[in-house]
């Protein structure tokens, strides 16, 4: 299958990083929830790249950048349940306080069995307003540039898609077994010369930052780590 | 037919180094697409495109159309009206014609079906050829452009004898997926910016068709572009226009449309909208010919505001034409129009023709947020509902199903 691996080839050394994009090919699991309980029920047994998904894959859906939840699940308990509380509630998992995919699912459903014990009434969706649970399949595309050093990173930074950060920075800390995102795996191979810089990216939150912001994060601190006099 | 290069232009130069680099993987293969309808409609005007742009990136692919009579558009219209929820129990004679009429075709099609590796077939119509062509090497995908979220299920339980054995299906949004036993992708479909309908064209050309139309360009402009439907609410427009106009006495309104050849109730439809229509002056009823995407594109650009105050919608292309030309859109608070229709951002989403008559006016007397929601629905149309992005997930998941490709693939 010419063209075709099934992973992507790691960074090694100091080698260029070579810069690749993504898209997400959406797919129904046909699975849906219309009240609480559901909900839960679901979270037991989804397969666990659908609760990925929800937390990360949404992110090159179509939607704007300040959204006003970063989970479909805390998007829905206030919108389909109007359950503000839940909302909050779920609203402050952040899926990187844990290591495992099943680890996150024990804790949604901690949060909404809580809820659920707290209400009087389970809550419910009108019917036009379930969760249907999605998950996807990613398309990885050669953009044919290269990253030679780190010292283009600021000029190069820029110049990347969302959907390529997307890739380089959060799907690379599923496919990299040490968890981590693709420039701090490349700066690694420098050695101490950027270690600083590769800490600082490795703290960059997010979870909580929109696509851009991460982008722009990531243009600053190269641009002030590298380039201390012109950051301003 | 437009060069693919051209789309860089909009779409950008690595949107079309994607569709490249996924074609490379389908060169070689047969791919055929089959509806019922050659043109009218959005999936005659979506085929229209991708397959000419998928033939430029040296895909072999055709499009076919099957022939019916006038009881197999009335049985299908049917199928069409129940499964997007109406509780319509269709009579076994025209569901005899339904299967005749596709085994007919299977006798005409049967042997470009059988050898071609990929084999799309849009929407219900054509769905029992499947198991009419036995020989088939390929794999089948169901694409379903319409809103199933609640079908009348006597009639889905029948279609879907049909398409459970489709190696896939695909429905422009997630909620309209109902359980079937394959993988079901979620594409939103797309317009072309390059077309007819949606190319920029200047302000002359604009004023002209409302000239023609004897429409007063000075004054404010509401406009529902679609066919005569029910479900595209076109009286529950008029009676918001009712409701506007007491506080903004020279709005005009513009209901324009074109028929489709498999939609027999569209005549009857167009007729009721007419009597509603008849004691107001400036309300201005267009029945257009199918070739009329050049009139479509300046009667968009002229107006104020758009809208497409559906009550059942598969995805509704008119609202994303109408945002690739800066307009806010009032839509129905239905189907694909909220994947759209960002209530607040690109316009806003409504209930009733109250709803949309309070949003007129809220509109017409902020000019300010006017502007900035086209502009925001502008750039959320080129991001997300280009020709471009459509024809890549079709490449896409082509390649998932011809490579049984599980989580990932990576192309060079």
């Known amino acids: ?232 | 037919m437009i060069d693919l290069a051209h789309y860089a232009d909009v779409a950008g130069l690595d949107v079309i180094e994607h569709l490249r680099q996924l074609a490379a993987l389908l060169k070689g293969k047969r791919v055929i697409h089959v509806n019922s309808t050659q043109e009218g409609g959005g999936v005659a005007e979506i085929l229209e495109k991708l397959v000419p742009l998928m033939q430029q990136l040296g895909i072999d692919t055709a499009w076919e159309v099957i022939h019916g009579n006038e009881n197999f558009f009335m049985c299908t219209k049917s199928m069409h009206n129940a499964l997007q929820g109406n509780a319509i129990d269709i009579p076994k004679a025209l569901l005899n014609v339904y299967e005749e009429t596709n085994a007919h075709n299977a006798e005409r099609l049967r042997e470009k079906l059988e050898a071609a590796d990929i084999v799309f077939i849009h929407d219900p119509q054509p769905a029992p050829l499947f198991n009419l062509c036995p020989g088939k090497r390929g794999k089948w995908i169901w694409r379903c452009h319409i809103d199933i979220r609640h079908p009348h299920r006597p009639v889905w339980k029948y279609v879907r004898n049909f398409i459970k054995d489709y190696a896939a299906s695909i429905f422009s949004l997630v909620d309209f997926a109902q359980p079937l036993p394959h993988d079901i992708f979620v594409v939103p479909p797309s317009i072309d910016p390059l077309s007819e309908k949606n190319m920029d064209i200047d302000e002359n050309e604009v004023a002209s068709v409302y000239k023609e139309f004897g429409l007063d360009l000075k004054r404010p402009i509401i406009l529902q572009i679609s066919r005569f439907d029910r479900f595209k609410d076109p009286l529950g427009v008029i009676q918001a226009f009712q409701l506007a106009k007491k506080y903004i006495p020279s709005l005009q309104l513009v209901l324009a449309g074109g028929g489709a050849s498999d939609d027999p109730e569209g005549e009857i439809v167009l007729g009721e909208v007419r009597v509603a229509a008849a004691d107001h002056s400036d309300i201005h009823v267009l029945a257009l010919p199918p070739n009329a995407d050049r009139t479509i594109n300046a009667l968009q650009r002229g107006a104020d505001i758009v809208l497409q105050k559906s009550l059942r919608e598969g995805f509704g292309l008119t609202v994303t034409e109408a945002m690739w030309k800066g307009k806010p859109v009032i839509g129905g608070d239905t189907g694909g129009i909220r994947l759209q229709v960002i209530d607040h951002h690109t316009g806003f989403l409504v209930n009733s023709p109250e709803g949309a008559a309070l949003r007129i006016r809220y509109l017409l007397s902020h000019r300010d947020r006017l502007e900035a929601m086209g502009e925001k629905a502008r750039e959320f149309a080129r991001d997300n509902f280009l020709i471009t992005r459509h024809l890549r997930d079709y490449l896409a998941l082509m390649v998932v199903l011809v490579y049984n490709v599980e989580e990932r693939i990576e192309l060079s």
């Open chain 1, 1 to 232: 299958m010419r063209g075709l691996v099934s992973r992507a080839k790691k960074t090694q050394g100091s080698l260029p990083l070579l810069v690749k994009d993504c898209a997400l090919i959406t797919i129904a699991t046909g699975i849906r929830a219309q009240n609480l309980r559901e909900l839960r029920d679901r979270l037991e047994t989804i397969h666990p790249s659908s609760i990925y998904y929800h937390f990360w894959g949404r992110r090159l859906a179509p939607s704007f950048d300040q959204p006003e939840f970063n989970n479909d699940f805390a998007a829905w308990a206030r919108h389909g349940l109007h359950d503000s509380v839940l909302a909050e509630r779920l609203a402050v998992v952040d899926p990187t306080d844990f290591s495992t995919i099943e680890a996150l699912r024990q804790e949604l459903i901690e949060v909404i069995e809580e809820r659920l014990y707290e209400s009087a009434l389970v809550p419910w969706a009108r019917t036009d307003h379930q969760f249907y649970f999605k998950r996807s399949k990613i398309v990885v595309f050669d953009t044919k540039h290269h990253i030679t050093e780190p010292m283009v990173l600021p000029q190069m930074l820029p110049t990347l898609s969302l959907s390529s950060i997307f890739y380089h920075f959060i799907d690379a800390r599923r496919r990299a077994p040490e968890g981590i995102d693709d420039f701090s795996a490349w700066l690694d191979a420098y050695g101490e010369k950027y270690a600083s810089l590769r800490d600082e990216i490795g703290s960059i939150d997010l979870y909580f930052s929109t696509m851009p912001e991460i982008r722009e994060r990531l243009v600053h601190l190269c641009t002030h780590h590298l380039f201390p006099r012109q950051d301003v």
